[in-house]
């Protein structure tokens, strides 16, 4: 009876800890896009210039893409609870500051600093969760909901952005980080069994921190400045996106040679875990045409207000949640990862075409909310799928490595989608006003622009995933616990 209990116990304790991860994830990624929708009012109070105002999302970016990688590695070191916690109180610290920003460098800074503080607490989540989880069918599901948040937070972001910023102020977008980040913090050093890492002297290398890191948030830095502002041919983009491969390369033959790297160059041996990475870097920057591209039609064209675009988005993130949370864990474990990425990578590519036809008097209900079920489908079965795929095969001491990895080639993805399509949509915008095309169509023809580069962009990263991915191997003690499933799952298809 006692060993029941105790284990009862146990259990109910991994997964409040999931609980606990899974609300400091969604913190990182609500404050990437909760911003998003109070941007105009920050610039009236602050006096912001289009292009300073930027900044305020750029400084978040490039701090947090930068310094994943160093981030996951340093948990696989030290312990991932501790960076976890020590990301908390950064991030929250750095979020009072935003909050109480009346100068528009101090906000800036402070963004800037909470990006950092977001590397810390996300990059080392998903290593957390594959060492909590180390059985596969409950690995597959807590990867399930982990997936969700992630991928489900920005569109969620949109909403709680809209409902804050008209009902309170802008400044609160920030302040509620703070009660949420200390209750996180207090409630992980309860459920979050504190873990050992591996040592300094396992992977202390300072010269390939100081290359990766630089290489990443210049890299990051190119995109979403530069590049954004003068064109991917521009003098200036060059030579930072130069200085930014150059600093790569240096971080790959310091690896390479270095007794004990920080980055172990192993890892990428897998092709499930390179070509998820990669999948996931390609879908992540074409469907941000929906977030971005499809706010601003609702907004520019349509003429939604900031709550009325957040509700809009509703519908794609209740599909998400439902089958990422519920099915995509099971189908994934009866049918393989790999089986399952597939059709959900061409639901999100299928959503992204029908967008590329949306027109100047287009209804929400025919034109926009098939795309937004579509992609909600196809993001809720594929990324669960990618986050096993992406964790597939490696050790555990390398876990905190592979999580970072995962969150760098997302954000990177994010900060090159964001750049490639709302230049590409520019340009055709322009084109079409230069034409003597109404305001409402050209800016419509170059969002279409922008949905087809996304279509693409998936439609790539579907052909990596037939030409490289696997579904992993099982072993054979699994059996007995698979037909369970697979008859939970018949049984639950059939009433559906």
């Known amino acids: 009876m006692t060993d029941t209990f105790e284990a009862s116990s146990a259990e109910r304790s991994r997964w409040a800890a999931l609980v606990v991860l899974c609300v400091g994830m969604l ?12 941007l ?3 610039k009236d109070d602050l006096g912001f210039s289009q292009s300073g105002l930027a ?55 402070a963004r800037f600093i909470q990006g950092c503080g977001g590397a810390l607490t996300s990059a080392v989540i998903l290593g957390m969760i594959v060492t909590l989880f180390p059985e596969p069918s409950e690995q597959a599901r807590a990867i399930g909901v982990f997936s969700f948040v992630a991928s489900a937070g920005g569109s969620i972001g949109l909403l709680a952005g809209g409902v804050i910023t008209q009902l309170v ?16 913090a207090v409630a992980a050093r309860k459920y979050v069994v504190r873990d050992r890492g591996i040592g300094l002297a396992k992977g202390a290398d300072v010269p390939g921190a100081v290359f990766v890191t630089s290489a990443l948030m210049l890299a990051v830095y190119t995109i979403v400045s530069p590049a954004a502002t003068y064109g991917w041919g521009a003098g200036r983009t060059l030579v930072f996106g130069a200085a930014s491969v150059a600093l790569l390369v240096a ?26 990475n990669v999948i996931q870097a390609l879908t992540v920057a074409g469907m941000f045409g929906m977030f971005f591209l499809g706010v601003l039609y609702l907004q520019q064209v349509k003429g939604y207000d900031a709550l009325q675009t957040g509700l809009a988005y509703l519908p794609c993130t209740i599909v998400m949640a439902v089958l990422s949370v519920r099915y995509t864990e099971r189908l994934a474990m009866r049918f393989g990862a790999r089986t399952v990425l597939v059709p959900g990578l061409a639901m999100i590519a299928v959503g992204l075409g029908l967008f590329a036809r949306v027109p100047v008097d287009g209804t929400y209900l025919v034109d926009v909310m098939p795309s937004a079920l579509f992609m909600g489908a196809g993001v809720g079965i594929s990324f669960p799928a990618l986050m096993m795929l992406s964790m597939s095969g490696v050790r555990p001491e390398d876990a905190g490595l592979a999580s970072g990895l995962v969150n760098t080639t997302c954000q990177v993805g994010a900060a090159l989608g964001l750049a490639v399509l709302a230049t590409l949509s520019t340009a055709r915008t322009e084109t079409l006003s230069r034409a003597g095309r109404p305001v409402k169509e050209a800016l419509v023809g170059g969002y279409q622009r922008g ?9 790539v990263a579907l052909g990596v995933a037939l030409a490289v ?28």
């Open 40 to 42: 105009p009012a920050i």
């Open 251 to 276: 971080f790959v033959v310091r690896e390479a040679t270095c007794a004990q790297p920080l980055v172990p160059l192993g890892i990428f041996r897998s092709r499930n875990v390179t070509g998820a």
């Open 27 to 38: 913190m990182m990624v609500l404050d990437a896009t909760v911003v998003n929708v109070a």
């Open 451 to 459: 949905f087809v580069v996304g279509t693409v962009l998936v439609l």
């Open 469 to 496: 991915i696997r579904n992993p191997q099982q072993p054979a003690v699994q059996a007995d616990a698979q037909a369970e499933v697979d008859d939970d799952l018949d049984a639950e298809l059939a009433v559906a």
């Open 169 to 184: 102020s802008w400044h609160w977008i920030f302040f509620i980080n703070l009660p949420i980040g200390v209750a996180t």
């Open 55 to 109: 900044w305020v999302v750029n400084g978040y970016l490039i701090s947090f893409g930068g310094l994943l990688l160093l981030s996951g590695r340093l948990g696989d070191l030290i312990g991932r609870r501790d960076v976890f916690l020590g990301g908390l109180v950064l991030f929250s610290t750095a979020s009072l500051a935003c909050g109480l920003a009346q100068d528009q460098s101090v906000l800036v800074a």
